[in-house]
């Protein structure tokens, strides 16, 4: 099990899914990567805990009931506060999560491969956030 270094904050990552047996996998594989993972079961519950939180990354399932991981995106890339957060889409169709949601930075498919998963966070996460709000130029 990796751990954060000495006095370096743990990563906080808000994981978004319908199915609560996904998200606290998920949570649990990212405090073994040394994460905090933050699981939350809609879409609504989950924009009011990335703005208390102000995470630094989301994972969000694509296909959920209501506000969908694509609106989800389309929210919090609308919000100047929340513009730089990496945002992952996880579905069992990736290419229609990745034709339907181009703002996400990346697509993990279900079932997940955590190897891939844990890659990903950890690029996404790694360093400054970037500035996506100056691409918008």
Same mark, same amino acid.
């Given at each position: 099990?990796?751990?954060p270094?000495?006095?370096r904050?743990?990563?906080?990552?808000?994981?978004?899914?319908?199915?609560?047996?996904?998200?606290?996998?998920?949570?649990?594989?990212?405090?073994?990567?040394?994460?905090?993972?933050?699981?939350t079961?809609?879409?609504?519950?989950?924009?009011?805990?990335? %703005?208390?939180?102000? @995470?630094? *990354?989301?994972?969000?399932?694509?296909?959920?009931?209501?506000?969908?991981?694509? +609106?989800? &995106?389309?929210?919090?890339?609308?919000?100047?506060?929340?513009?730089?957060?990496?945002?992952?889409?996880?579905?069992?169709?990736?290419?229609a999560? %990745?034709?339907?949601? @181009?703002? *996400?930075?990346?697509?993990?498919?279900?079932?997940?491969?955590?190897?891939e998963? +844990?890659? &990903?966070?950890?690029?996404?996460?790694?360093?400054?956030?970037?500035?996506?709000?100056?691409?918008?130029?």
């Open positions: 099990m990796r751990t270094a000495r006095g904050a743990r990563k906080r990552v808000v994981i978004v899914d319908d199915e609560m047996a996904v998200g606290n996998m998920l949570a649990a594989c990212c405090d073994m990567w040394g994460m905090e993972g933050i699981v079961s809609t879409a609504i519950e989950a924009l009011g805990v990335i %703005a208390e939180t102000i @995470p630094d *990354a989301i994972v969000t399932d694509f296909m959920m009931p209501g506000i969908n991981g694509h +609106e989800l &995106v389309r929210a919090v890339r609308g919000n100047r506060r929340f513009v730089d957060v990496p945002l992952i889409l996880m579905s069992a169709v990736p290419e999560a %990745a034709k339907d949601s @181009p703002a *996400a930075d990346a697509f993990l498919a279900k079932p997940l491969d955590l190897d998963t +844990e890659r &990903v966070l950890r690029q996404l996460t790694a360093g400054e956030r970037r500035t996506r709000s100056r691409d918008r130029r």
